[in-house]
């Protein structure tokens, strides 16, 4: 059972022209700049009193030429090169966003989004497109300030997260910080049934064995992956746990199974918001 590296070497090593002038002027790398995001007007108030500013709305992309691997037809298999494709495409957008975080001396991103797209050029290219909004926390004596960089992950980079920034604003109250957006993905080939198989079982009420088998292994194949990145990013546990089923392109028996989360830990006492939610109560009337 392969564990695919999260890291491809050359992840970071290519930021277009374009990205720098834009960063150049947006609040994070200029004092005089604006902010830029996607967070609502709800979600921009609540991340302010949570205690963090936006800074800049944070972008990667990596447009792929995914590689061709045949699978047996009555062998369930996973099509590593396939895998392989999926997981550094995704991982080269998602360093790529991240860079640009760091760019403005962000101590996380919120609201990341992973999408995949395709063009006109050819059905083995894909886009693969991160984005996320930026943010820092406020200075010593705001909510959620403090020691500078005390929010980051613990390689001292930004962190990086799915959350809304409802759950971000109930996570910081709980006591704990993002640490990282983690994903797995596992692309399987699953058994085509015989046709003496398929006469056997028609009428009848009976578990397709070859086809549990071959589901569940790919889940578990994404799942395990996706929790070895969430150990190596030195975090306590995952949370908002979702596992996406997609075809794509390559024929209804070739399946991409990604599991993505919140990679998340606890943070010292200090780093605590206040007790800022209302308690629900109970009153029991007196009146007979």
Known sequence: MPLFSNRPADAASWEPQAADSRLAQTAGANPAGVFTSDLSVSEYVLLGEAGFEPLGFVVGSSIYHVGLQVGRWSQNQELQVLTQAMYNARELAMARMRAEADHLGADGIVGVQLRMQMYVWGQDVLEFLATGTAVRALASGAPGGGTPGAHRAPDGRAFTSDLSAQD?????????????????????????????????QTGQNQEMVQFTQGIYEARELALVRMQSEAEQARSSGIVGV???????????????????????????????????????????????
């Open 168 to 200: 971000f604003f109930r996570l910081l109250a709980a006591g704990a910080v993002p640490v990282a957006f983690v994903l797995g993905t596992c692309v399987y080939h699953v058994a085509h049934q015989s046709m003496m198989a398929t006469l056997r």
């Open 242 to 288: 979702n596992i996406a089923v997609s075809n794509h392109v390559w024929g209804e028996h070739a399946t991409e199974f990604l599991a993505t989360g919140t990679a998340i830990r606890r943070l010292s006492a200090e780093h605590r918001l206040p007790a800022t939610s209302p308690k629900p109560t109970f009153t029991l009337g007196l009146d007979s």
